[in-house]
């Protein structure tokens, strides 16, 4: 028990002094991540309001599955991109494996299917009223789905911070994809994996500090954006 109170009082010391390997490491995760939310949701976004506003056999099933990956293993994904940009894949010539990119491209592949899902049902609660009301007074199928974003807008937001949690939070898809090279690719949830496996608590007791404070950060925002 004092090992542990000792621990964490050195955490503390190393998150108020800005230790350089934790702000590095820190830091390293912030930028992966919220890249990956960025990117990912400039591709949902316009995509789940082609798939709420078209009418499609399939679309039903289509929904169905994207749903279904909410909660698909981050090491299935992890595997799923080695296969393809480690040497023998086909896009292994891209030099992408053990890079910060890689754990960018199994990121944004993880989150995709959540802000596929959440989008349109955001689209989805938007009052029809108002989409008859666009298209009466003469907007076009393109005035007419930014009208609805507009009007869903804190819902999208929602979206991509819940997205921005998911991608920060994992651990399968960083390790494998990653590395953990440090100084290179190691982020927050890997260096507290190996830091742990090492005995060294205080530093991954400081990076688990800092993990839980955005994970605060993030529902204390996600509560305010609710409330509007």
Same mark, same amino acid.
């Given at each position: #028990? ?14 108020? !002094? ?7 490491? +820190? ?20 995509? +789940? ?5 078209? %009418? ?10 994207? %749903? !279904?990956?909410? &909660? ?35 990121? $944004? ?11 349109? &049902? ?20 393109? %005035? ?12 999208? #937001?929602? @979206?991509?911070? #819940? @997205?921005?949690?998911? @991608?920060?939070?994992? /651990?399968?898809?960083?390790? $494998? ?40 950060? /993030? ?6 954006? %609710?409330?509007?």
């Amino acid at each position: #028990m004092i090992e542990l109170w000792n621990g964490l009082l050195k955490a503390v010391e190393l998150i108020v !002094t800005l230790d350089p390997e934790v702000m590095e490491i +820190a830091g390293r995760s912030l930028r992966i991540s919220v890249t990956s939310a960025i990117l990912a949701s400039l591709i949902c976004v316009p995509l +789940a309001s082609i798939i709420h506003f078209r %009418q499609f056999r399939g679309k039903r099933f289509l929904i169905n599955l994207i %749903q !279904t990956f909410y &909660s698909v293993p981050t090491v299935a994904i992890g595997l799923f991109v080695f296969v393809f940009i480690s040497r023998a894949g086909p896009l292994g010539w891209l030099g992408l494996l053990f890079s910060p990119a890689a754990i960018v491209i199994g990121q $944004m592949l993880l989150v995709t299917p959540i802000l596929l899902g959440l989008v349109i &049902s955001a689209l989805r609660g938007v009052d029809i009223t108002l989409i008859d009301t666009a298209r009466s007074l003469g907007a076009s199928s393109f %005035q007419t789905t930014l009208v609805v974003l507009r009007e869903a807008r804190f819902a999208v #937001m929602v @979206a991509i911070i #819940m @997205a921005f949690g998911r @991608a920060i939070s994992e /651990v399968g898809i960083s390790l $494998m994809i990653g590395g953990n090279i440090r100084g290179y690719t190691r982020v927050i949830t890997t260096a507290i994996s190996l830091e742990t496996s090492k005995g060294d608590l205080e530093l991954s007791i400081a990076l688990g500090i800092i993990l839980i404070s955005i994970a605060l950060v /993030v529902n204390i925002v996600l509560n305010r954006i %609710q409330q509007r």
